[in-house]
């Protein structure tokens, strides 16, 4: 079905004129490396993250402007301005020297959404040490195969972590310190562990950024690929001018916005739209600890009076499924702008947004690897339903072939990207083979399918390769199965996602059994509650199936491609190299 275009009124009639309000014209003048005319640079020399995010504000007379107003799942609500911001991640970078902890080495968070991490993140960056923020739900397989593979040397968590941290510390040798966190309580602590309010209290509230270079590591997300376990996509200090840029142009930010993203700072968003983007912009950010409810999310709007929102596809459609009424007993009336991203977001979920919110939701395109926005709807553009909309400033995606040549309109082909710009990650930690296999005839391949209409807009097709995407998260088959095969009664297990109405796909495992072992629902709870445990309640398979055989390549490989055909009783395709 074709959607209606939604118009835009002329950038004039705009009650906030639009940063973008001459596409054509502001395009052919952008130049990325010209947008750090615009930031600051450390004092001295270099370029820091943290710094044009957090301490430059207090330069430009936003000292008392506030930057986060958190609540907690409690309810508690405190506010912090830019000046708390500076000596907050002040002491935590000193407490991080203190602790002997030297340029460059990687310092994890894995909690959920306290003010503390936010500290955390930018004192590491001050400190010259590189960030990884790891979702607070992951089991200790996840987080732990992730901070293997960094060689962390300083965890900042949680007592409710304390579990999965014993599970995981066996294959930790980099592991040094470990700092523990209670939001406004001191907890009781164990052998080997710091206190956080103990370490903050010594600390200094002044500090002198370590001098980064705008090549300099900064942060590392992981990302899911169709083998092998998840991979640390590394970005830079520069990648700062993508985050100020897109922030400014995309997320369209004014100095009155009160803004509210609502990733987690584990995923790519919640670091580079949830703390890079509006601070270096300078905006007051709302940050709910609690996860999703309908109401919920609505009272945040309106309490806080958001302006500018930022959030996913899955939630979308939750919010959809509560219902026309729920949004009207609030009042939404201070939104002007809201966004997408993560997931395909369908169109009728943009036809509804603006039905029932009066606004539609503004779908964009990008990813881990990419690390800021590439592709956007802006606010002036009308919208097409289902496009994610056109090239970014300064960005230059294409369709392309299998030789890397640019296929004509209306073709699909590979979503690729003319590598270059500032946030674009530098290398998959320890995985340079891999990240130097992601590129073809000078262009950037992004995993994802596409095609691009006449006028330039770009449309989602799917993945490329067999990673699931679950309710806007990443899931690589292989980190499943490899979980899944721990378990003593699993000879083999194959991943696929699939299809689902909310979360457009759920993880989906067939397993054969070994010797001894009889299919049973009793079994399949079992391996679901081992699975959860290891990998998370968003990672692990939400069905089981049980199979005599997984179809299979000659050489061995199985055929996830295969499973999900049969599974969605589709054409099965090329069998030629099915094993017998
Ligand atoms: P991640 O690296 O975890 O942020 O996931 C990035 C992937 O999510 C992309 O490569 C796409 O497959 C998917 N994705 C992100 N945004 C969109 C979007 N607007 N439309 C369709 N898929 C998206």
Same mark, same amino acid.
């Given at each position: ?6 118009d835009?009124?002329p950038v004039?009639e705009f009650?906030?004129?639009?940063n973008?309000?001459n596409y054509v014209a502001q395009r052919?003048a952008?130049n990325?490396?010209d ?5 600051d640079g ?10 044009e ?8 007379g ?11 799942k ?6 912090y301005t830019?000046?708390?911001?500076s ?15 030297a340029?460059g ?11 503390e991490?936010?500290?955390a ?5 001050k ?20 901070m293997a ?9 949680t007592?409710d972590?304390?579990a999965k941290?014993?599970a995981?510390?066996p ?14 309580k001191e907890?009781a602590l ?6 956080w309010?103990?370490?903050?209290k ?6 002198e950024i370590v001098r980064t ?5 900064a ?9 092998g ?5 590394v ?9 100020y840029?897109t922030?400014k142009y995309?997320l ?5 916005d009160?803004y509210?993203?609502t990733?987690?700072?584990g ?21 709910y ?12 709007i309106q ?7 930022y959030?996913a ?8 499924? +509560? @219902?026309?009424e /729920?949004p009207?007993?609030?009042?939404? =009336? ?6 997408? *991203?993560? %997931? ?6 943009v ?6 919110l009066g606004l539609?939701?503004h779908?964009n ?7 800021s926005?590439m592709?956007a ?8 339903p ?6 970014m400033?300064?960005?230059e995606p294409?369709?392309?072939d299998?030789d ?5 309109p209306?073709e699909e082909?590979d979503?690729a ?5 500032p ?13 130097q296999s992601?590129?073809r005839?000078?262009w950037?391949i ?9 006028d330039?807009?770009?449309w ?8 699931i995407?679950? +309710? @806007?998260?990443? /899931?690589?088959?292989?980190?499943v199965? =490899?979980a ?5 009664? *699993?000879? %083999?297990?194959g991943?696929?996602?699939?299809p ?11 397993v054969t059994?070994?010797?001894g072992?009889?299919?049973s ?12 445990k290891?990998l ?11 199979l005599?055989?997984?179809p299979?390549?000659r050489s061995?490989?199985?055929?996830r ?8 009783g589709?054409?099965?395709g090329d ?6």
């Amino acid at each position: 079905m074709d959607y209606e275009i939604i118009d835009k009124p002329p950038v004039d009639e705009f009650a906030v004129r639009p940063n973008l309000d001459n596409y054509v014209a502001q395009r052919a003048a952008f130049n990325y490396p010209d947008v750090i005319k615009e930031l600051d640079g450390l004092p001295g020399g270099g370029l820091n993250i943290a710094y044009e995010a957090i301490d430059r504000h207090l330069v430009h007379g936003r000292a008392d402007k506030l930057c986060w107003i958190w609540e907690g799942k409690d309810g508690r609500v405190e506010n912090y301005t830019y000046a708390d911001a500076s000596r907050m991640s002040n002491q935590f970078a000193n407490v991080l020297v203190k602790l002997g902890v030297a340029k460059g080495d990687r310092v994890f968070c894995f909690m959920d959404r306290v003010p503390e991490l936010y500290a955390a993140v930018f004192g590491t960056l001050k400190a010259g040490c590189v960030t990884g923020p790891l979702f607070s739900a992951f089991g200790p397989d996840a987080a732990g195969d992730r901070m293997a593979d960094a060689g962390a040397r300083v965890l900042v968590t949680t007592p409710d972590q304390r579990a999965k941290l014993t599970a995981m510390r066996p294959n930790l040798p980099a592991l040094q310190h470990v700092i523990m966190v209670e939001h406004g309580k001191e907890p009781a602590l164990e052998a080997g562990e710091l206190s956080w309010n103990a370490l903050i209290k010594d600390a200094s509230e002044v500090f002198e950024i370590v001098r980064t270079e705008p090549e300099d590591p900064a942060v590392m997300h992981y990302t899911s690929g169709t083998t092998g376990k998840s991979k640390g996509a590394v970005h830079v200090h520069q990648a700062v001018l993508g985050h100020y840029a897109t922030g400014k142009y995309v997320l369209d930010f004014h100095e009155d916005d009160i803004y509210w993203c609502t990733a987690d700072p584990g995923w790519v968003t919640g670091t580079s739209y949830g703390m890079f983007a509006p601070h270096t912009n300078g905006m007051t950010s709302v940050i709910y600890e609690g996860g999703f409810s309908a109401n919920k999310w609505y009272e945040t709007i309106q309490k806080y009076k958001v302006t500018v929102w930022y959030t996913a596809p899955t939630a979308i459609r939750l919010l959809m499924k +509560a @219902g026309d009424e /729920v949004p009207r007993k609030y009042d939404l =009336s201070t939104l002007r702008y809201i966004m997408s *991203v993560g %997931e395909p977001l369908n169109p009728e979920a943009v036809v509804w947004s603006n039905r029932v919110l009066g606004l539609p939701f503004h779908d964009n395109w990008w990813q881990t690897e990419t690390g800021s926005i590439m592709i956007a709807n802006y606010p002036w553009m009308p919208i097409r339903p289902g496009s994610m909309g056109r090239p970014m400033l300064g960005i230059e995606p294409g369709i392309i072939d299998d030789d890397g040549n640019l296929k004509p309109p209306g073709e699909e082909g590979d979503l690729a990207v003319r590598p270059g710009w500032p946030s674009m990650f530098r290398t998959y930690w320890h995985n340079d083979d891999m990240y130097q296999s992601k590129f073809r005839n000078g262009w950037y391949i992004t995993g994802d399918r596409g095609r691009m209409d006449a006028d330039g807009y770009f449309w989602f097709v799917g993945r490329a390769d067999d990673v699931i995407n679950t +309710a @806007g998260h990443l /899931v690589g088959p292989f980190e499943v199965e =490899s979980a899944m095969l721990e378990h003593p009664a *699993v000879a %083999e297990a194959g991943v696929i996602g699939k299809p689902d109405p909310v979360a457009m796909e759920i993880v989906k495992a067939f397993v054969t059994l070994k010797d001894g072992y009889e299919p049973s629902d009793k079994l399949r709870g079992e391996l679901m509650q081992f699975a959860r445990k290891k990998l998370g309640p968003g990672v692990a398979p939400r069905e089981i199936d049980f199979l005599m055989v997984l179809p299979k390549t000659r050489s061995g490989k199985i055929m996830r491609r295969l499973l999900k055909a049969r599974e969605l009783g589709l054409p099965e395709g090329d069998t030629s190299t099915l094993e017998e």
